[in-house]
């Protein structure tokens, strides 16, 4: 079945510097990435994601990419602000009747 | 987003009692999920349920059991609790006819086997 590993588990900085988490996947086959974001004492919400046919898709201060050839998609944050600070999960899906797998998880702090 | 809820928040219980979450939505969505959350190993998948009449097993379904008693209603049970049972669950939906599969989850329940 599939894997995904996403590093790191912990990542603080300060506010307004980047803030970058990868993830790698195993399975070739997988073709939908989403992230989601959980704030303390709340469940995963998605925030974005990109499918295969394209290699980055942007969001205002978020932003993903993909390359399928090394198995592996990142987030970035731009200008991080103390709101930004939550856990954040990547997961892979290889089609619509499969699940997603779950990275497990980056702990995201933004220092004022 | 979906409105999932999840009964009870907060639950502590002793090892060897039965224990019944609950959740339920009022989106109309198709598919529910039942997660568990352990720190660094991110969300499991117990069971899911694409309808009422289907049920199917996930990751780490063994000690846990389900009902989907409506389209808006799916409980997981944990016949008998260990203390490995000790973890955050999440409750889950979806809709088969969205475009990505965007899964909605409810608050969680915080579960604690003594």
């Known amino acids: 079945g599939e894997n995904v590993e996403q590093h790191p588990s912990t990542l603080s900085v300060q506010e307004g510097d980047s803030a970058v988490i990868k993830c790698t996947y195993s399975?070739?086959?997988?073709?939908?990435f989403p992230w989601y974001k959980q704030e303390l004492g709340k469940g995963p919400q998605l925030i974005i994601d990109?499918?295969?046919?394209?290699g980055e898709k942007k969001d205002q201060r978020i932003a993903v990419t993909l390359n399928k050839t090394a198995k592996h998609f990142s987030l970035h944050i731009t200008e991080t602000q103390p709101e930004d600070s939550a856990v954040y999960f990547c997961?892979?899906?290889?089609?619509?009747?499969?699940?997603?797998?779950f990275g497990g998880g980056t702990r995201l702090m933004v220092k004022p | 987003d979906a409105d999932v809820t999840q009964t009870p928040r907060n639950r502590i219980t002793k090892t060897g009692k039965r224990i019944m979450l609950e959740c339920s939505q009022t989106?109309?969505?198709?598919?529910m999920y039942w997660y568990r959350q352990d720190p660094g190993l991110g969300l499991r998948l117990i069971y899911y349920?694409?309808?009422?009449?289907?049920?199917n097993k996930g990751e780490i379904s063994d000690g846990y059991s389900v009902s989907r008693q409506a389209q808006a209603k799916f409980s997981l049970s944990l016949e008998s609790a260990i203390p490995n049972q000790t973890a955050l669950y999440f409750c889950?939906?979806?809709?088969?006819?969205?475009?990505?599969?965007?899964?909605?989850f409810g608050p969680g329940t915080r579960l604690t086997v003594l």
């Open positions: 889950a939906t979806s809709w088969t006819g969205g475009a990505a599969d965007t899964q909605y």
């Open positions: 399975d070739s086959a997988s073709n939908y």
């Open positions: 990109i499918r295969s046919n394209v």
């Open positions: 997961a892979a899906r290889i089609n619509a009747g499969n699940m997603l797998t």
């Open positions: 989106k109309g969505h198709d598919r």
């Open positions: 349920s694409f309808d009422v009449k289907d049920i």
